[in-house]
């Protein structure tokens, strides 16, 4: 079974902190993404990555940045916290898009930005 | 561009009921279509998909999902609904000529005792 671990399940963080989300999954997928779960909302796309080193913005980018040094891991950065970025934060992998793949989730981060 | 909307944000159904939980769409080529369930305090699960063929599609858990071309329309159906069925459900699509998939907001199925 693919397996996507999210470093932390909850976190609390200070308006202005840089915050790290780190994403590990154990499938050697090529794609990895970073999404935002906000009740009414739905999930909404921040970036993906196809490749180690490449990435492309999703829906709603700004605030956010990522890095993807190698392949397993996929790493969401707030480089100074808002209020507006607390949310649930979920990442996903899959294979190629080439072909047609479902995604396979991690179990969530909590954030809270205070 | 491409789209999903899911027009009930909750559907209630007594256990041993048929369940219907309703997802349309709008893509300007193919579309491949998807259904994820997220159970309290985890992340999404993958049910089923639509790319090609057979407009009824069988997934995980007793559910199955019927396309429909003309109406635009994926709806998850199950014919006997478990309490344990009570989750979060997801709709989404993905255009063939984009690489992006566009989640619906979510329906919240309650199965009542």
């Known amino acids: 079974d693919v397996k996507v671990t999210q470093s932390s399940r909850y976190l609390v963080k200070r308006t202005g902190e840089k915050v790290f989300l780190e994403c590990v999954q154990d499938?050697?997928?090529?794609?990895m993404f970073w999404y935002r779960q906000d009740p009414g909302l739905g999930l909404r796309l921040i970036y993906f990555?196809?490749?180690?080193?490449?990435?492309e913005k999703g829906d709603i980018p700004e605030g956010y940045s990522v890095s993807r040094e190698k392949k397993e891991r996929f790493s969401l950065i707030l480089e100074s916290a808002s209020t507006n970025q607390t949310s649930m934060y979920l990442c996903?992998?899959?294979?190629?898009?080439?072909?047609?793949?479902?995604?396979?989730f991690g179990p969530g981060t909590r954030l809270t930005v205070t | 561009a491409q789209s999903v909307a899911q027009p009930e944000d909750q559907v209630n159904v007594a256990e041993g009921n048929p369940l219907t939980v309703k997802c349309t769409y709008s893509?300007?080529?193919?579309?491949?279509l998807f259904w994820y369930v997220q159970y309290p305090n985890r992340g999404l699960q993958f049910l089923l998909k639509?790319?090609?063929?057979?407009?009824l599609v069988k997934g995980s858990y007793g559910f199955e999902a019927e396309f429909n071309k003309s109406q635009t329309s994926f709806h998850l159906k199950k014919p006997s609904a478990l309490v344990s069925d009570s989750a979060l459900y997801f709709c989404?699509?993905?255009?063939?000529?984009?690489?992006?998939?566009?989640f619906g907001i979510g329906t919240k199925l309650q199965v009542i005792p």
């Open positions: 996903a992998s899959s294979l190629p898009a080439g072909g047609i793949y479902e995604q396979y």
């Open positions: 499938m050697d997928h090529e794609n």
């Open positions: 990555s196809y490749d180690v080193k490449m990435k």
């Open positions: 893509v300007s080529g193919n579309p491949y």
């Open positions: 639509y790319i090609t063929g057979d407009n």
């Open positions: 989404a699509v993905r255009d063939a000529g984009y690489q992006k998939v566009t």
